[in-house]
């Protein structure tokens, strides 16, 4: 541009210009609020988390450890929990079923021969109607027989099995997740599983009527404690 003068003249002296350089961008504050906010978000995703898992929290915090004083549970409760193992199970009719994809329910487990004497069968009689009594909330619960050997099962059973989970895993597989107390045997006790699929709690070898009722008090009191977090339904 040529600047001009009064007379509308042409100015022998061009117009002045001044160059300003451009704002240059500190790098170091960029890094640092960069920072700052990835810290910010993982610690926003942290508490998210907390605020998913509280629920099951407080629930186990409610059942093992906030317990009325004089309160005793009649199942032996296991601790360390042990988590459902990676094994393959056969159902009845040969398929392969992974153990763990059994989890996302409570389970309340038998382990017999496939031979089911009277024993055998009053634990399933019995699981049976422990899983019956719980009425609405009964399909919180699956009623699992672990047949422990490859005997055949009495078709005399399998109607009465048509709401039961059955699969086939050897002893040997089963005593690395459950085990008896010490001098009983793994047919003595029915077993308690939680969603999860950690084994909880051991009921006594005996089990009867009045052994049910005792029962089914503890596993009302633990699916009252979880019912904010485990629905029907894996």
Known sequence: MISMNNDNKPSPHPLEMTVHSMPQSNSSTSNDAM???????????????????????????TYYFIRPEGRRNFGELINPQRIVPNLNAASLDGKNINLQTLTGQWMLVSVASGACDA???????????????????????????????????????????????????PAEQITTWMQPAQGQQLSDHLYLIDPMGNWMMRFPPGFDAAAAKKAKSDIDRVMRASASWDKAGR
């Open 35 to 61: 920072v700052q906010r990835t810290k910010t978000g993982r610690w926003k995703m942290f508490i998210v988390l907390i605020l998913c898992a509280s629920p099951v929290i407080a629930s186990y915090i």
């Open 119 to 169: 024993s055998c069968q009053k634990h399933l009689y019995l699981q049976r109607q422990l899983r019956e009594s719980l009425g609405k909330e009964k399909d919180r619960l699956d009623w699992v027989w672990l047949v422990s050997d490859t005997v055949a099962v009495p078709d005399v059973l399998m109607p009465a099995l048509k709401d039961a989970t059955v699969l086939r895993l």
